[in-house]
């Protein structure tokens, strides 16, 4: 894992600028801007996956969209768990708010919610490795299929687990350079999450990476060429 190469391969493409400011322009654009945004950035863990010389890809709108649809379907399928846990709480909040044994209901209501919640917590931080596990395997793959094979997920986060913390590290680095952005204006915020997404996707890659190197340490079939 290269830490400091995450931070700084955007300023090695002679276009960096150009690129980042029609990314971060077309990112305006509500929910398709930020679906783009997403596929951008995952074309950025697939060059990193394939030692590709320029990693700032060009504009690919279509493409480049249609893997932001990929990376929101993975993050929604991985986020059920908390779905399904969240929704009877809340329902079950608005009824021990007009029972009539109202003090028992919600006695059981804030046991619920704080045995979930720890559920909950514990399971976010799973998904902070196993998230950028399942975007690895679709850009390594190229089909959404791939985030849904938990079995490889899982081998590859088992098979490279300080990579995946210190690309957490590395994204909640990235993550304070994203409040400068108002220092220089509305688009400037755009600009730093435009940066934020092209430093999250190299750890990514990187990642991805070095658990494919250290596969013997898993069954090769967990991994099929």
């Not at 849904?148 to 590859?156: K, M, S, T």
Request: with cysteine; glycine share 8%; aromatic share 12%.
């Amino acid at each position: 894992m290269n830490f400091g190469s995450a931070f700084s391969f955007p300023f090695q493409d002679p276009d960096w600028l150009k690129k980042i400011m029609i990314v971060a322009v077309i990112s305006l654009i509500p929910i398709i801007g930020q679906l783009f945004l997403l596929g951008w950035a995952l074309d950025i863990t697939r060059r990193v996956i394939h030692n590709e010389t320029h990693l700032v890809p060009d504009l690919d709108f279509g493409a480049q969209l249609m893997d932001g649809f990929r990376v929101l379907g993975a993050s929604m399928v991985y986020a059920l768990p908390i779905i399904v846990v969240t929704i009877p709480l809340a329902i079950l909040s608005v009824f021990a708010g007009d029972s009539p044994d109202q003090a028992t209901l919600q006695t059981v209501t804030g046991i619920a919610g704080a045995f979930f919640g720890l559920i909950v917590i514990v399971y976010s931080i799973l998904l902070a490795f196993l998230l950028p596990a399942a975007y690895g395997n679709i850009a390594a793959k190229g089909e959404f299929r791939a985030a849904l094979r938990f079995q490889e997920v899982i081998a590859l986060v088992l098979a490279a687990p300080g990579a995946y913390l210190i690309g957490l590290l590395g994204v909640i680095v990235a993550g304070l350079i994203v409040p400068l952005g108002p220092v220089l204006c509305i688009v400037g915020v755009f600009l730093m999450s435009t940066y934020y997404s092209m430093v999250a996707a190299h750890f990514y890659g990187q990642a991805y990476n070095e658990a494919i190197r250290n596969r013997s340490m898993a069954s090769p079939q967990v991994f099929p060429q």
